[in-house]
């Protein structure tokens, strides 16, 4: 691909024909300033990229590759294509989630089908150069009666789900399955050593986070119980659970799912994605960064919103059922969507991040 761009470039990633999707890869699109999107066409064709992250610094894309059960680099080239860098590295079942460390050191990846939380190395390039598997997690719930696993309705087990890079450096990664927040070290010689852990009530599943700049609290959206958990760092360092609340302002039904959360750029406003009855929750951040209010939900445009973007005055929603990408302009003063600005046909997206 070649040509100027006009706007920012954004990376979609989606599910292709080997999970049962209509994408091709990773697709490429413009985002302009008036908030309208125009699709650029198939950046590389990859294997169900179902998420993306950016390296803080080269041009450089990760994905994970859900069905296929790995990882692999993609360099920019021109202004729109990706090519492969270096070859693709395996990662555990269901590798659903992949985050970049801030100096661009390494790379964490989870896994929900086998709870594999892997990090790996990168080199100056971008490229990725090593494998570390993090120790398993424990059922901190174990013993329960009632502890079967809500995605199949057998016996629980870990489906690890995200990591975010914290602000002092450590990471931190979901465990949907065990319900279950873990916080870790790095060590370039060893990956990822445990520091602590924070138990969510049973049955929560928590899934993405985001951190707060200010508080350092970190909001975590929880799939099952569709709610969003705060936690703060105590004087020794060791989150504890502060609070939680609902992630709608008027309640969930039965089928929702939560998916992603974003925090707009303004740190005033946090987003949840509703799947089932297919909304975006907006809440108000108050108590510098510690409680979150809901304040409304809105239609999400289409059929179940996986991911969402917040950019300056705009959202853009990735309808993985439907095959759209839907953009709605945000009320500044009230954080809320007004209607749809538009409607981009995406092959079953799943992701969508700024290019670097």
């Known amino acids: ?31 302009r ?12 064709e990859a294997p ?50 992949v985050a970049v460390d801030p100096s661009g050191r390494f790379i964490v990846v989870a896994c929900w089908g086998d709870g594999n ?19 398993p997690a424990k059922d901190p719930h174990a013993g329960v009666d009632d502890g079967t696993d809500i995605a199949t309705g057998g016996a629980r087990v870990s489906r690890a789900h995200a990591s975010l890079m914290l602000n002092d450096g450590r990471i931190m990664t979901t465990d949907l399955g065990f319900d279950l927040v873990r916080v870790w070290n790095y ?34 959206v929880t799939e099952y119980s569709i709610e969003v958990a705060v936690l703060l760092p105590g004087a020794d360092g060791r989150f504890v659970l502060h609070r939680r609340g609902p992630a709608t302002a008027d309640g969930a039904v039965d089928g ?7 925090l707009s750029p303004d740190h005033r406003f946090v987003y949840a994605g ?6 975006v929750s907006v809440l108000a951040v108050e108590g510098s960064g510690t409680r979150l209010r809901p304040v409304a939900d809105v239609p999400s445009g289409g059929d179940w919103p996986r991911h969402h973007l917040v950019r300056d005055g705009w959202l853009h929603v990735a309808n993985e059922r439907s095959g759209q990408v839907t953009t709605f302009a945000l009320d500044r003063a009230t954080g809320i969507p007004g209607d749809v600005l538009e409607q981009l046909s995406v092959g079953s997206p799943t992701a969508l991040v700024i290019a670097t």
């Open 1 to 31: 691909m070649a040509g100027d761009i006009d706007g920012t470039l954004i990376w979609v990633g989606a599910y292709t024909a080997d999970s049962d999707g209509h994408g091709m890869g990773i697709g490429a699109v413009a985002a």
């Open 274 to 279: 509703i799947r089932g009855s297919n909304r």
């Open 117 to 135: 939380v892997l990090l790996f190395g990168l080199d100056d390039d971008g490229g990725i150069t090593s494998r570390f598997a993090a120790p």
């Open 187 to 220: 060590f370039p010689d060893t990956g990822l050593l445990r520091d602590h852990e924070v138990a969510l009530p049973m049955g929560s599943g928590p899934r993405h986070l985001v951190q707060h700049p200010s508080a350092d609290a970190v909001f975590v």
């Open 33 to 44: 300033e008036d908030g309208s999107l125009s699709w650029l066409g198939t950046a590389v």
């Open 48 to 97: 169900s990229p179902s998420f993306l992250a950016v390296h803080p610094t080269l041009p450089v894309v990760y994905a994970v590759a859900e069905a296929a059960q790995s990882v692999r680099a993609y360099r920019r080239t021109g202004v729109s294509g990706l090519e492969p860098l270096g070859g693709a590295w395996p990662a555990g079942a269901a590798a659903c989630h």
């Open 256 to 262: 929702d799912a939560a998916a992603e959360i974003a």
